[in-house]
């Protein structure tokens, strides 16, 4: 069965630092992944996907995230965050065609000023 | 790029009524749209997947018959809560991906629907 944990409920950062959101998965076969970022009582945006090819993939906003199939994570990272990169974060993953993406539970990013 | 709408993006409906819940594929053409429910400062769990022209297909644990689902068409699926009770107040979002590209389409999402059973 495929899933997806993200260990930390909460990250703090300081504004201009870099933020690292971890996130590790489990499926039967090749993974597919993605970020989605949530602001309050909205519905989910789509930061970024790995499919195939290089592990570092670039998506919205700045964010960035490593495909590592050893430790099988795939942490979602930026070199500078910023105060309105606050929100809820969520990791998710499929392996077959024409399913559900899983989500892992969500980290909440909270960016000081 | 493709547009999920969801409608309404908030409700409050008296326990013991039904409350229907709108999901659209504004641009694709979306054979399959999955349901989510989200409780506050949860994760997002899957309900059900809808399946245009056969019945939805429903997670262990979720009530058939208190969850209607109605694929009626290739854009859209709706989510009827029926005989509504305070436990059932969530987020429900849905997702729907694009036809023929269920690998490594991001799939889309509906902006949620808050619901409130008083």
């Known amino acids: 069965a495929q899933s997806v944990a993200q260990p930390e409920d909460q990250v703090n950062v300081a504004e201009g630092n870099p933020l690292t959101v971890k996130c590790t998965y489990s499926v039967s076969g090749n993974p597919y992944l993605f970020w989605y970022v949530q602001y309050p009582n909205r519905g989910l945006q789509f930061l970024l996907k790995y499919i195939t090819g290089d592990n570092l993939v670039k998506g919205s906003y700045g964010f960035e995230a490593e495909f590592n199939k050893s430790q099988t994570s795939f942490h979602l990272k930026k070199p500078s965050a910023l105060v309105s990169d606050s929100a809820l974060y969520f990791c998710?993953?499929?392996?077959?065609?024409?399913?559900?993406?899983?989500f892992g539970k969500g980290t909440t990013l909270s960016v000081s000023s | 790029g493709a547009v999920v709408s969801q409608h309404p993006s908030w409700v409050i409906c008296k326990s013991g009524t039904s409350v229907k819940i709108e999901c659209r594929s504004l641009?694709?053409?979306?054979?399959?749209m999955f349901w989510y429910r989200q409780f506050p400062k949860q994760s997002l769990m899957l309900m059900a997947t809808?399946?245009?022209?056969?019945?939805?297909?429903?997670e262990q644990g979720v009530e058939k018959d208190k969850f209607l689902i109605n694929h009626a068409s290739l854009t859209l699926s709706t989510l009827t809560v029926t005989s509504a009770h305070p436990e059932d107040s969530s987020f429900y979002i849905c997702s729907a991906p694009m036809t023929g590209r269920t690998m490594n389409t991001e799939a889309f999402f509906g902006q949620g629907t808050r619901l409130t059973v008083v």
């Open positions: 809808s399946n245009e022209g056969s019945k939805a297909t429903y």
């Open positions: 641009d694709f053409q979306a054979t399959t």
């Open positions: 998710a993953v499929r392996d077959q065609a024409g399913t559900a993406l899983i």
